[in-house]
């Protein structure tokens, strides 16, 4: 189902929205189709809620929090190099621009994704130099 293209009529409610539901948790794409404008619109909101569930689910499932750079290399280096598994996720982890930083990123293919503005201060230490940071960034895999 992933990426197809699924029209449901009578989607709103019953065994439409059952079907709706089902389909979108395997990945298509669902076009609701239903004479009941508002319960077609409080079902299209229940997928979407689902699915957003979903991904912040996938996203704190694939989290860590990294302050040693042993575990970081080991994080986002393949147990096979001839042949990569997917590996690594997302790392927070305390770092502070440095050539050194550049360095072993550039090496592991990895790179700073964002800072969250909104995380509170937390003092440590970049894992990078051992300089002090009061910051976590989010590193993760280039590909
Ligand atoms: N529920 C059962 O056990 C069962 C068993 C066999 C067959 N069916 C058949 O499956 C179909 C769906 O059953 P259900 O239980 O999910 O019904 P339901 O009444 O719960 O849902 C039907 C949905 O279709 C919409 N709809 C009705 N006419 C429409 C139209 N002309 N254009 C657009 N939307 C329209 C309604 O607004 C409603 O949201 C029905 O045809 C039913 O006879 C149901």
């Known amino acids: ?14 065994i439409g929205r059952h ?4 389909l979108a948790k395997a990945g298509a794409k669902v076009v609701l189709a239903d004479a009941d404008a508002e319960r ?8 979407q809620h689902a699915l957003l569930e979903r991904a912040l689910q996938l996203r ?3 989290t860590v929090r990294i302050d040693i750079l042993n575990e ?7 147990k096979n190099a001839e042949q990569p598994e997917i590996h690594g996720g997302l790392a927070y982890s305390h770092f502070v621009e440095s050539p050194e930083m550049d360095e072993k990123l550039k090496a ?15 003092p440590g230490k970049c894992i990078f130099t051992g300089q002090p940071s009061n910051r976590r960034g989010v590193f993760a895999k280039s590909y």
Do not use: N, W
């Open 60 to 62: 704190e499932d694939s």
């Open 108 to 122: 592991l293919k990895v790179t700073v994704r964002c800072v969250p503005l909104d995380a509170a201060d937390e």
């Open 40 to 47: 077609l619109h409080k079902t299209l909101g229940e997928i």
């Open 1 to 14: 189902m992933q990426g197809r293209v699924v029209i449901v009529t009578g989607g709103a409610k019953g």
């Open 72 to 78: 970081f290399e080991a994080y986002f280096t393949p």
């Open 19 to 22: 079907a709706a539901h089902t």
